[in-house]
Every structure is written in structure tokens, then in C-alpha cells.
């Protein structure tokens, strides 16, 4: 049986199978998988399953042979429409003359057989409801890393057929991400991807997971049985995760060229690209407010002095009251960072339980203890409360102004609170002048790194709380109880300001 190449001598990752004459309702496969990899991720079983790593594992192959092979509707996204030009290009390649490509956006392959692959984007977060209530029993997110998590959760909902016995799955693919926004994919993945996960799981085992109500929350649990969570039964999905090499490629590792311009990249996209490193340093945003290095040099200052230097000296608030979310708790000693607690939203319901959660960790305290809590919202009551009880509350409200507060060189003022707030807790991480100690938390970190800034009629302005909450996939809860302790404590680390 002849085999078709032409282009994917390049980078096809896949045996081709036609026959002149026969069509794919006669029983011939239109693609075939490649032994190892492409293949164990073509059977796997899992519900979500990341497929990749390295450059030129035949990614891109899989999803098209999935669509073309073994589901009935399928829809492969890119974060970007024109990225979408060569895949369609090969899926048009692999059909020969037993499909018809419509381009346009969104564009479709039609099969002889039936199947039908669609061609999708979603560039922005407003833009996701254009795919609500679209079924699709393949859905494929090619290089996810790209995608929020917000829009990857979204646009993956509608996973349905009503097909009788047609599978149903989610299938990613894509390199290790090279900016901070993508690395909620390593959080998602952690048992297969992320080197510091206490519990790692092997190459295409399956683990299964829960989520929250509201998204935000994945629970690893034993096994695929329902269990109660929040008042109703909740169904497991399994995931996986399967690396694939350039070696993995039969046709591209044998291009020599295509090896030499990998080799050829700059660490540590060069780790990312030959070998799938999940752990190679990302670059930072000229954007980002708080640089990596100054957030990980405040950690190894952690690690040096892990007991609590003197006595408590201010507590974040974040509040949450019921729901998915927790309210978090940041202590400050001095220029040391407690751990940060999580009280689930369940146990703060009111604000009489924040406000007594507060005044439990705080009123062993011997001397003054500054409780920075933001006053919007579900703040305001148990910052009543907490004045009520005579405590030294600050509250904050991070979208008043602030007045004529500047950076450290006074060459720019703030927009408001939350800008004053965040970009002092930056210049205290400096290394030219800081004794900061931060925790060694993940989550922490992802959250502190995510928050970016700009400039806005000569202010600085740091973006909101729901913008960063819509790249990570989560509220940054933790970064953001933090820096209300620090802003709180203002007055006794003047000399950071």
C-alpha cells in the first residue's frame, strides 16, 4: 500500500494509508500512529491528556489522526486563527481525495466516512461563548500551553455526542510553556510534569480528579467512583500525561537539519524544545511586576531562617465568605512571612466567623498586630467587627486613589491602592535593599509572578484581581493576602518604601 509524504517528510509523525479507489468505509485507515508514544496516547484511556513536551513528537499528527480515525465530531483549537493554517493544510494532506477542507474561520474537514473535523480559535476570553453549546465528542487544544486556563476549562464543557457508545475526551498537545501565563498547565499535569510533585505518577498512568463547583479547585482522589462532594455526587475524570521526544518521530529525527536549528536555540528554550523540561526557566514579562529571581531570592532568604523571626507583626486578609473560595491568612513578622493558611469557605460563611478566625491567631499576640483586610465586598463586615473588638485593623480598599504615593524614585505616581500597595511590595523584594522572607509556596509564587503593570496617564497601574484570576485559572488569593499584610505593616519597613 503506497504510503503519502510529500510534507510530511517534514514533519509528519504519522504512516499514511491510502488507497486509490478504496474509501475509508471500506475499512482502510486514513492514519495510522507511529509505535511508542504516538501510539500509547492514540489508546490511552484518559479523560484530559497532555501529549508532547519536545518539538516535533508528532503532536499535531495525533490530534488530526484522532478526528479522522476514532471520533465522529472533533474540533483542534489554536489560541490563534492564522496558527491554524498549516494544520488544516495537512489535514487537507491526509484525507486525499476522500475529504473536503472548508477554509474560513472556523474552517472543516468533512470525510467521506462522515467525520467531521473542525478548525477553531479563541484569542481572547470574551470569545469563548462563541463555542457554548457546540458538541464535540474530540475536543483538541494544539500547543495548550498558549490557552488560559479559564478559556481551556470553558471551551472544554461542551464534551458531548449523542452518539451511542462514541467516546468522549480531551486531547492537548504543546511544548513546556515559555511565559508565565502558561504555567497553569504544569499545576494541572503536576503528578506527571512538575519535578517537585510529592506524589509523581509514571508516563501515561492515570490519575483521577474532582473539581470544585466554581472551577477553581482540582482534588486527586483514589479512583474513577462518584464520591459526595458539596451536597451532590461527583463523576472523577481521569488525565494523563505522555512525553514524546523528537526521536519519537520517525521522520523528523531523521532530519538532521531540523535537529540542528533545536540545538542551535538559546537555554532554556532549547531544554524545552529537544528534551520537553517542565522545569527550565521561563522568561519573565518586561511587564511583570515582581521578577522571578526577586521572588526566589526572598525564598532562599526563607529557607535560611525557616523559624519565625520575633513576633507577629501583621495579617493579611483575604476574605471569602462560603462558596469554592478560602479566606486566606498571611503572617508577618517583621520582615518574615508565616506559611499562608487557607480556611475553607465553608467555615467562614459570615463575617463573624472571619472576623473570629482573625482575633484566634492574633490575640496571643503580645503587642500590636496590624491587620491589613480588604474592605470591598465581603470585607466590610468583619472589618466592622474587628474594630468593634478594638483590633488594629487598616482597612484597605485597593480601587480608592493613593493619593500622591510614587515609587521609590517619585518619577511616578500610583493609580490607585492596589498599585501602591503592589508595586511597595515589589521595590521591598529589590535585592539592592531587601530582607523580605517569603514561604516556599507554589501557588504563591504563580500567582505573585502572574500580576502585571502598566503605565496609565503617567500612573502605574497594576491589573485587577479577575484579570490575573482569568490567566491562571484561580484567584490569586494568596498573593494578594500577602501584600495587604505588607501594606498594613507599611509603617514599620518605611525604609523599603
Same mark, same amino acid.
Given at each position: 500500500m503506497p504510503q503519502s509524504r510529500t510534507r510530511s517528510d517534514c514533519w509528519s509523525s504519522a504512516i499514511l494509508r491510502l488507497a486509490e479507489g478504496v474509501t475509508p468505509e471500506n475499512g482502510v485507515k486514513l492514519w495510522t500512529p507511529n509505535p511508542g508514544p504516538q501510539t500509547a496516547a492514540y489508546e490511552s484511556l484518559a479523560d484530559d491528556l497532555f501529549y508532547g513536551g519536545a518539538a516535533g513528537g508528532g503532536k499535531s499528527d495525533l490530534l488530526l489522526g484522532l478526528g479522522a480515525e476514532a471520533h465522529h465530531r472533533s474540533v483542534i483549537f489554536r489560541r490563534e486563527f492564522p496558527e491554524l493554517t498549516e494544520l488544516m493544510e495537512r489535514a487537507e494532506e491526509m484525507a486525499g481525495g476522500y475529504g473536503r477542507l472548508k477554509r474560513g474561520s472556523p474552517g472543516r474537514l468533512s470525510l467521506q466516512s462522515g467525520r467531521q473535523i473542525t478548525f477553531g480559535s479563541c484569542p481572547h476570553n470574551q470569545n469563548k461563548k462563541r463555542w457554548q453549546g457546540r458538541p464535540h465528542d474530540l475536543k483538541c487544544f494544539d500547543e495548550v500551553t498558549q490557552f488560559t486556563r479559564e478559556i481551556f476549562v470553558y471551551l472544554k464543557t461542551w464534551e458531548r455526542s449523542a452518539m451511542p457508545g462514541q467516546r468522549k475526551r480531551t486531547v492537548c498537545t504543546g511544548n513546556p510553556p515559555t511565559d508565565l501565563e502558561g504555567a497553569w498547565v504544569i499545576d494541572y499535569w503536576a503528578p506527571w510534569i512538575d519535578p517537585n510533585h510529592e506524589n509523581p505518577a509514571e508516563p501515561g498512568e492515570l490519575r483521577w480528579f474532582v473539581t470544585t463547583k466554581d472551577? %477553581?479547585?482540582?482534588?486527586?482522589? &483514589?479512583?474513577?467512583?462518584p464520591i +459526595?462532594?458539596?451536597?451532590?455526587?461527583? *463523576? &472523577? =475524570?481521569? #488525565?494523563?500525561?505522555? &512525553?514524546a521526544l523528537l526521536s519519537d518521530n520517525p521522520y523528523l529525527s531523521a532530519d538532521t537539519d531540523y535537529l540542528k536549528v533545536i540545538q542551535a536555540t538559546a537555554e532554556p528554550m532549547r531544554s524545552q524544545l529537544l528534551y520537553g523540561k517542565f522545569d527550565a526557566v521561563t522568561d519573565d514579562s518586561q511587564w511583570q511586576v515582581v521578577p522571578s529571581d526577586w521572588f526566589d531570592a526572598a525564598v532562599y532568604r526563607w529557607e535560611m531562617n525557616a523559624e519565625a523571626i520575633g513576633k507577629m507583626t501583621a495579617l493579611g486578609v483575604d476574605v471569602a465568605r462560603g462558596g469554592g473560595d478560602a479566606t486566606t491568612l498571611a503572617p508577618k513578622h517583621g520582615d518574615w512571612f508565616a506559611e499562608i493558611e487557607e480556611i475553607p469557605g465553608k467555615q467562614t460563611k459570615t463575617g463573624r466567623e472571619v472576623a473570629g478566625a482573625v482575633v484566634e491567631r492574633t490575640s496571643r499576640v503580645q503587642g500590636e498586630v496590624r491587620i491589613g483586610i480588604d474592605v470591598i465586598g465581603v470585607g466590610s463586615s468583619p472589618y466592622d467587627l474587628l474594630v468593634d473588638a478594638g483590633a488594629t485593623v487598616d482597612g484597605i480598599n485597593f480601587g480608592a486613589g493613593a493619593g500622591d504615593t510614587t515609587d521609590r524614585s517619585g %518619577? *511616578?505616581?500610583? +493609580?490607585?491602592? #492596589? $498599585?501602591?500597595a503592589y508595586w511597595g511590595f515589589r521595590e521591598a523584594l529589590d535585592p539592592e535593599y531587601s530582607r523580605i522572607m517569603l514561604p516556599p509556596d507554589k501557588a504563591l =509564587? #504563580?500567582?505573585? +509572578? $502572574? $500580576? %502585571?503593570?502598566k503605565l496609565r496617564g503617567g500612573k502605574i497601574q497594576i491589573e485587577a484581581k479577575e484579570e490575573v484570576k482569568a490567566r491562571l485559572g484561580r484567584s490569586p488569593d494568596n498573593a494578594d493576602a500577602v501584600v495587604l499584610a505588607h501594606y498594613a505593616d507599611r509603617n514599620a519597613t518605611l525604609e523599603f518604601w
Open positions: 472551577g %477553581k479547585t482540582d482534588t486527586e482522589v &483514589p479512583d474513577g467512583e +459526595l462532594m458539596e451536597g451532590e455526587m461527583v *463523576y &472523577p =475524570r481521569s #488525565r494523563t500525561f505522555i &512525553p %518619577k *511616578y505616581k500610583m +493609580l490607585n491602592v #492596589r $498599585a501602591a =509564587r #504563580r500567582e505573585m +509572578l $502572574a $500580576a %502585571k503593570w
